[in-house]
């Protein structure tokens, strides 16, 4: 069993930053694909960003260039940090631990971009 901590969301003017964090209890981090999901309201849930165990990431297009996904395998803790935040990146992010036959979910933080 994994479970995953959500924490860093918050409300912040258009053109700020966030760094979100996500801390894992449960063994085995590592071999984890990790990955940051997001919900805005009547939308459905997308993958934000994910980081392989090997540090491989891929970013949905909208975010590329203003997000990165990190890891720290020593802290059993993955981050994503959101620079140049537009009104549009509001939603609920979730962060999701995955591999063959399992994968879990946190509760999620949410994120507000308004002026």
């Known amino acids: 069993q994994v479970q995953l901590v959500e924490s860093g969301g918050g409300s912040v003017q258009p053109g700020g930053s966030l760094r979100l964090s996500c801390a894992a209890s449960?063994?085995?981090?590592?071999?984890?694909?990790m990955n940051w999901y997001r919900q805005a309201p009547g939308k459905e849930r997308e993958l934000v960003a994910g980081i392989t165990n090997r540090g491989n990431t891929n970013y949905v297009d909208s975010v590329k260039g203003r997000f990165t996904i990190s890891r720290d395998n020593a802290k059993n803790t993955v981050y994503l940090q959101m620079n140049s935040l537009k009104p549009e990146d509001t939603a609920v992010y979730y962060c999701?631990?995955?591999?063959?036959?399992?994968?879990?979910w946190g509760k999620g933080t949410l994120v507000t971009v308004s002026s």
């Open positions: 449960g063994s085995m981090f590592s071999t984890y694909v």
């Open positions: 999701n631990a995955q591999r063959v036959l399992t994968n879990y």
